[in-house]
């Protein structure tokens, strides 16, 4: 029962940490807040505090480890994108007039519900996560291969190179994240925890 709480405390933190940065940076940015920044910011402190008291009663209730760490990688690994997504969200609707990031939303509730399967430690959880890894690692390199060389625009016009060097940057970290964490999956001690690995046959004497 810890590791739900522990995960979940991480998880509310972490999410409510991203939705508040948009909010304070358009406060930043026009020194006002209007009422759906507040409502953002409000909802992100209650996201906080319940998660960090989810984190101590977690702690509390700690019996040693339940996971194997290729495991809490992934869960990680799962985490980090969750609180992504909440913040391409945030900034959609804080600093872009409503334009919410529609792969971030519709990805969001997916995500959501993977980290649970891996949490129960369900064997479509493995399959999923390592497939989704492996897709995403592979879409993040593509695209930072294509980086230099593709016509991108932001809303001053073409983006500058040290934009782009930063788009690379970041695309290799996020898939140097997915590929991590499709080979932590793939360890022995994940496969065990996941029910993927066959009994051995005993040898006939």
């Known amino acids: 029962m810890s590791r739900w709480f522990l995960a979940g405390g991480l998880l509310a933190v972490l999410v409510g940490v991203a939705v508040i940065v948009p909010a304070v ?31 101590v009663l977690g702690v509390r209730r700690w019996r040693g480890l339940t996971m194997p760490s290729a495991v809490r990688m992934a869960v990680t690994a799962n ?29 969001f509730a997916p995500m959501l519900g993977l980290l649970y399967g891996l949490l129960s430690a369900r064997r479509w959880a493995w399959w999923i996560s390592r497939g989704v890894s492996a897709l995403f690692c592979l879409w993040f390199l593509g695209f930072s291969a294509l980086i230099p060389f593709a016509d991108l625009r932001g809303e001053h016009g073409p983006v500058p190179w040290e934009g782009r060097i930063y788009m690379i940057g970041v ?16 360890r022995p001690t994940a496969r065990s925890y996941f029910g993927s690995l066959q009994p051995k046959r005993s040898a006939v004497t």
């Open 25 to 55: 940076t358009a406060w930043l940015e026009s020194s006002a807040l209007d009422e759906l920044a507040m409502g953002v910011v409000a909802v992100g402190s209650v996201l906080i505090v319940g998660g960090l008291a989810a984190v």
């Open 79 to 107: 985490i980090f994108f969750l609180a992504l997504f909440a913040l391409e969200i945030s900034d959609g609707l804080v600093r872009r007039g409503g334009a919410i990031h529609t792969i971030s939303a519709a990805m």
């Open 171 to 186: 695309s290799l970290v996020l898939a140097a994240i997915l590929a991590g964490g499709f080979i932590a999956l793939g």
